[in-house]
């Protein structure tokens, strides 16, 4: 029988009890009330061990003199780990904890990507996405940029123009003076042709 006391801090518990097995020294089982955040946190304390092994894996926790800025980089960890699990029970596509994390990384620096003003630039901007070899029927942008916040993505007009990538992908040479200005690529976008719906996902 446990004994000693306890204490007991949660914001999701009540005051409300179970009942659990314990055995005595004479090898007898025996029914105990126990409280039902005690109950739960023996059942799932393995959980809470799996948590801080995926926290510390690729954990943005830095060294500081504040004690503050240790429970900020926590946070920041616990609810990267929290999201990554949500999206492996409800995604079709199973990613592992990096490459969830690199798509987290590309959405959020797609995001913060400010405006060009004035007169464009004559080179255009490198990709968010760093370049590789990829397939025929892959786009050069990952979806968690191409496809989030689509409302943040217009067409802007370049000096330049580029191969349009939607065409390209059915065998169709053209090159627009069109682009996306996050995504950063090449999109017919006239009156016989919208490649940056198509490009996006948008329905027409």
């Known amino acids: 029988m446990d004994v000693k006391c306890v204490h007991v801090a949660s914001n999701f518990h009540s005051t409300k009890s179970t009942v659990v097995n314990r055995t005595q020294k004479d090898g007898t089982r025996a029914e105990i009330q126990c409280p039902q955040a005690i109950f739960d946190c023996n059942v799932f304390m393995g959980g809470v061990d799996k948590a801080d092994t995926l926290c510390g894996l690729y954990g943005v926790s830095r060294k500081s003199k504040k004690w503050w800025h240790r429970m900020f980089f926590g946070l920041i960890d616990r609810t990267l780990v929290n999201a990554f699990i949500v999206h492996s029970k409800l995604a079709s596509e199973k990613l592992s904890l990096l490459n969830f994390l690199r798509s987290v990384a590309l959405s959020l620096v797609a995001l913060s990507k400010p405006p060009r003003m004035g007169r464009p630039l004559a080179s255009p901007c490198p990709s968010p996405v760093p370049g590789k070899k990829r397939r025929k029927n892959a786009w050069s942008v990952s979806d968690a940029v191409r496809q989030e916040q689509v409302g943040l993505h217009y067409i802007v007009y370049t000096e330049d123009r580029g191969r349009c ?8 040479q053209s ?13 017919c976008s006239n009156g016989n042709k919208n490649c940056f719906l198509d490009f996006h996902g948008i329905a027409q």
């Open 175 to 187: 090159r627009p003076h069109s682009k996306c200005h996050i995504c950063d690529v090449f999109l």
């Open 165 to 172: 990538e939607v065409c390209s992908s059915k065998g169709i």
